[in-house]
């Protein structure tokens, strides 16, 4: 199996290195293996789900994109 770092997968995937390194350490990518401090990751492996705000997104009711409330306005209400 070939194996690449993790400042390759961030270039591959488009995210920075530290994102990667909280993929790592949250475990969620498949196959990667930790070689005293570096990491080797499989080259074949998949992005994971960016997952950060999700739970804002899901809770708020708002807008899924900004994850923003939308603005309620009452009767006569000039702004």
């Not at 390759?8 to 920075?16: L, R």
């Not at 930790?34 to 809770?59: L, N, Q, S, V, Y």
């Amino acid at each position: 199996m070939e194996y690449i770092t993790s400042q390759q997968a961030a270039d591959k995937w488009g995210v920075s290195m530290r994102r990667v390194q909280a993929f790592l350490k949250d475990g969620r990518i498949d196959g990667a293996v930790r070689f005293g401090r570096a990491w080797m990751i499989p080259k074949d492996a998949e992005k994971p789900r960016d997952t950060r705000g999700d739970w804002h997104r899901k809770e708020s009711g708002g807008d899924k994109k900004s994850g923003r409330k939308p603005k309620i306005t009452t009767e006569g209400d000039e702004t």
